[in-house]
């Protein structure tokens, strides 16, 4: 049933066949949505009596109406505090209610304090043999190495982007809670080729009620954009993205990347360099109209010099 998220083949290398499942796992993408959901599917398949997340046993409706008794998930959106984890602690050590496993989702434990990841690792080196915990992370680096070593890491790949189309347009009833009641599509090829196969990248962008200005203005910038006279509009149009900034520079970085990749002129290797220093110096509070007016004269430059 997830197997366009998570197909058979990833899910056995994964030791879904009981025999070599490890006991710990740490799923690992940019994309928190996608992590917490490949977390639902993997767990859905443990508990499935079928074992291969059918949609249709008694596990997994529970499974997808999220009254699943063996499988206990942390919330997300806030800081994982010591507390969550005595309680997850607590329950690991209960028996399994139907099947042969308890499953413990800990979403974006990159979030969880110090303290709490210090309590989850008493678990962790000492495991009870009926309980899988899955966690997901954005960064690692924010997670103790000591837990990272007692994990199995798995860096979740990117999606097909007609897969992403397909979950998008037909969710499946497993992910209907994950994604809006009503979701504009009007721009979705745009958001495809933005999202690069994330899944919840993708979905964001169609959220963002500027993306759409924002994709056009970066598409002016990188095909259109050859005169001097042109620079003033163009800065007020972007410097009416002034709070979302950092996520424009990031799609006009995109549309030289696509150009790059096409033409494979380097000055478009130029264009991006001036545009991650842009993205650093707004890191520094460095005004954004000085950063704006000095990235669009750089780029209007280097056209000029490598006759783009």
């Given at each position: 049933?997830?197997?366009?998220?998570?197909?058979?083949?990833?899910?056995?290398?994964?030791?879904?066949?009981?025999?070599?499942?490890?006991?710990?796992?740490?799923?690992?993408?940019?994309?928190?949505?996608?992590?917490?959901?490949?977390?639902?599917?993997?767990?859905?398949?443990?508990?499935?009596?079928?074992?291969?997340?059918?949609?249709?046993?008694?596990?997994?409706?529970?499974?997808?109406?999220?009254?699943?008794?063996?499988?206990?998930?942390?919330?997300?959106?806030?800081?994982?505090?010591?507390?969550?984890?005595?309680?997850?602690?607590?329950?690991?050590?209960?028996?399994?209610?139907?099947?042969?496993?308890k499953?413990?989702i800990?979403?974006?434990?990159?979030?969880?304090?110090?303290?709490?990841?210090?309590?989850?690792?008493?678990?962790?080196?000492?495991?009870?043999?009926?309980?899988?915990?899955?966690?997901?992370?954005?960064?690692e680096?924010?997670?103790?190495?000591?837990?990272?070593?007692?994990?199995?890491?798995?860096?979740?790949?990117?999606l097909?982007?007609?897969?992403?189309?397909?979950?998008?347009?037909?969710?499946?009833?497993?992910?209907?809670?994950?994604?809006?009641?009503?979701l504009?599509?009007?721009?979705?090829?745009?958001?495809?080729?933005?999202?690069?196969?994330?899944?919840?990248?993708?979905?964001e962008?169609?959220?963002?009620?500027?993306?759409?200005?924002?994709?056009?203005?970066?598409?002016?910038?990188?095909?259109?954009?050859?005169?001097?006279?042109?620079?003033?509009?163009?800065?007020?149009?972007?410097?009416?993205?002034?709070?979302?900034?950092?996520?424009?520079?990031?799609?006009?970085?995109?549309?030289?990347?696509?150009?790059?990749?096409?033409?494979?002129?380097?000055?478009?290797?130029?264009?991006?360099?001036?545009?991650?220093?842009?993205?650093?110096?707004?890191?520094?509070?460095?005004?954004?109209?000085?950063?704006?007016?000095?990235?669009?004269?750089?780029?209007?430059?280097?056209?000029?010099?490598?006759?783009?």
């Amino acid at each position: 049933m997830g197997n366009k998220i998570l197909d058979q083949n990833f899910i056995n290398s994964l030791g879904k066949n009981f025999e070599y499942l490890s006991h710990a796992y740490l799923f690992v993408s940019p994309d928190s949505t996608y992590n917490n959901l490949c977390a639902e599917i993997f767990a859905s398949h443990i508990l499935c009596e079928n074992k291969n997340f059918c949609g249709s046993c008694p596990s997994c409706q529970k499974s997808i109406a999220k009254t699943n008794l063996d499988l206990t998930t942390l919330p997300t959106g806030r800081t994982i505090l010591a507390e969550d984890i005595n309680l997850v602690v607590e329950k690991s050590l209960e028996k399994p209610m139907f099947g042969d496993f308890k499953v413990f989702i800990l979403k974006e434990i990159d979030s969880a304090t110090i303290q709490a990841q210090n309590k989850l690792l008493k678990t962790l080196e000492e495991p009870p043999r009926h309980v899988v915990f899955i966690l997901t992370a954005t960064n690692e680096n924010k997670i103790l190495p000591t837990i990272i070593s007692r994990v199995r890491k798995i860096f979740l790949p990117r999606l097909n982007k007609k897969i992403v189309e397909e979950i998008i347009l037909s969710p499946p009833p497993y992910l209907k809670e994950a994604l809006p009641s009503k979701l504009n599509t009007n721009n979705l090829s745009e958001a495809l080729e933005e999202g690069e196969g994330w899944l919840g990248k993708t979905i964001e962008l169609l959220k963002a009620e500027s993306f759409p200005k924002m994709y056009a203005l970066s598409q002016e910038i990188a095909l259109s954009f050859s005169k001097s006279k042109d620079l003033p509009v163009l800065s007020s149009k972007v410097l009416e993205f002034k709070d979302s900034i950092l996520k424009f520079l990031e799609i006009l970085g995109h549309s030289f990347e696509k150009l790059l990749r096409e033409k494979g002129n380097l000055g478009y290797c130029e264009i991006i360099t001036n545009i991650n220093s842009a993205v650093e110096e707004l890191g520094r509070n460095v005004g954004a109209n000085l950063i704006v007016d000095n990235l669009l004269m750089k780029i209007l430059e280097i056209k000029y010099n490598y006759n783009l």
